[in-house]
């Protein structure tokens, strides 16, 4: 079975440019989660998707924003792109929200803004 | 009151020998306390996960020992080998309406010298 697959592997892009990010779970897992991870850092979450309805939101501005499929895929979209906003972004399925602990994660899409 | 705290920063450890690392909690609401493995350019992956009704847990060379009073848990990696070379978080995680996101601590490198 396919693991999560995260695309694009890297990108960059420049300060002010939006990014968008694309996630698909585990076959059968009908939750994504999105995590930050900055060099030298855990991973701070930023959003957990059920069944297309957003469950659960971190400390993250409004410039973040997501969504998911029908099919269970996941975009995370990055609005006016600062410098801090470099990080690893990954992506975690589950089978339910309530099983979070159960998440396995994808390898990640290294975004640098220059 | 959702962090997690973990030490040491970095750990050099010889073949065959003993790594221990540390995390610390204050929410008492956490009760799912797994331990993810990262090598570089990939995403987290599970290792070994407890919940706080047990005091240790063990899969393998991998052992979680939980002290639920002093809120403190660990992760005791035996007969280490240079494929354990990585970087190794602790995260929790708390049945907080209906979400399962997971706070993560800061993480330890860990070094598997020959």
């Known amino acids: 079975d396919a693991g999560v697959t995260q695309s694009p592997t890297h990108l960059i892009k420049t300060r002010g440019q939006q990014v968008t990010l694309r996630c698909s779970p585990i076959?059968?897992?009908?939750?994504v989660s999105w995590y930050q991870q900055v060099l030298g850092q855990g991973p701070q979450f930023i959003f957990q998707y059920y069944e297309k309805e957003e469950r659960g939101r971190g400390n993250f501005p409004d410039r973040f924003s997501a969504r998911q499929f029908p099919n269970y895929s996941s975009e995370l979209n990055v609005n006016a792109l600062l410098l801090g906003d470099s990080a690893l972004y990954l992506c975690?399925?589950?089978?339910?929200?309530?099983?979070?602990?159960?998440?396995?994660f994808g390898q990640g899409t290294r975004l640098t803004v220059v | 009151q959702q962090q997690v705290k973990q030490s040491p920063q970095s750990l050099i450890v010889q073949k065959g020998g003993i790594s221990i690392i540390n995390c610390a909690y204050e929410?008492?609401?956490?009760?799912?306390f797994p331990w993810y493995q990262q090598f570089p350019g990939k995403g987290p992956a599970l290792l070994i996960a407890?919940?706080?009704?047990?005091s240790e847990k063990k899969e393998g060379r991998f052992t979680i020992s939980f002290n639920k009073s002093a809120k403190q848990f660990s992760l005791h990696i035996m007969d280490s080998q240079p494929g354990d070379s990585a970087t190794y978080f602790c995260?929790?995680?708390?049945?907080?309406?209906?979400?399962?996101?997971?706070?993560f601590g800061s993480g330890t490198r860990l070094q598997v010298q020959p």
């Open positions: 407890i919940r706080p009704d047990v």
């Open positions: 995260a929790a995680s708390s049945r907080d309406t209906g979400r399962r996101a997971l706070t």
């Open positions: 076959s059968g897992h009908k939750s």
């Open positions: 975690a399925s589950s089978r339910i929200p309530g099983q979070g602990e159960m998440a396995f």
């Open positions: 929410n008492t609401a956490f009760d799912y």
